[in-house]
């Protein structure tokens, strides 16, 4: 049956979230030491992301709990400087290089492209605003406004607000619990994105070539 609509999903999918992250905090841990922690950068990653395991990766005060396991007390200056430079780097945040070529090649075959993502809605916008992918999708299906996490429920109700049988809809993401299995479930056609190769599809622009 021909598709209609593909989701996709942003982190490992559209651009190199673990390496951005990564990068982001240990640039971040470098400020606060400038700035006054005094644990060295290896000790505080480890702690740091103990806290982003226990707290989420959406919770707002990772440094300042960070310094309380490492018993070094509240610094504001050291803080602001790790969330500075958080900031910074993501400011240079970019889609891998296939991305662009194989929404456009998804586009052109008439298929309606909307975001599928788990997370706040703001920060899952903001990710697709700073790699100026915006006006490559109809819009987005993010777990915050939809009131559940990926799941096969995630997928019914995207089904639901787009009015269209679930085997006329493809799902394209990197993780095989969140992204595909729960997508065939209900129906769906699924792709799984593996870029070092081992299993699924290589890049977005093979799966692209697939959809139709």
């Given at each position: ?8 999903d ?50 707002a ?52 492209l ?37 799941s ?37 056609r ?5 870029r ?6 290589g ?10």
């Open positions: 049956m021909k598709i209609k609509y593909v989701l996709i942003i982190d490992g999918t559209l651009f190199p979230s673990l390496e951005f992250a990564k990068r982001a905090r240990k640039a971040a841990l470098e400020a606060m030491r400038k700035e006054g922690m005094h644990s060295d950068v290896s000790s505080a990653y480890k702690v740091l992301m103990n806290v982003v395991k226990e707290k989420g990766p959406n919770y005060h990772h440094f300042e709990i960070m310094l309380g396991c490492l018993g070094e007390g509240h610094n504001a200056r050291a803080v602001a400087a790790g969330v500075r430079a958080y900031h910074k780097v993501k400011e240079s945040i970019r889609p891998f290089p296939d991305v662009r070529r194989a929404l456009g090649a998804m586009r052109k075959k008439g298929l309606g909307y975001i599928a993502s788990e997370g706040k809605a703001v920060k899952q916008w903001d990710k697709i605003l700073r790699m100026g992918l915006q006006r490559e999708f109809v819009g987005a299906f993010i777990s915050e406004e939809l009131g559940v996490k990926k096969p429920l995630f997928y019914r109700k995207i089904c639901r607000k787009l009015k269209c049988k679930a085997s006329k809809v493809a799902m394209i993401g990197d993780r095989q619990e969140k992204d595909v299995e729960p997508a065939r479930k209900i129906g769906m699924a792709y799984l994105i593996d070092k190769g081992r299993q699924g599809f890049s977005l622009l093979e799966v692209a070539r697939q959809v139709e």
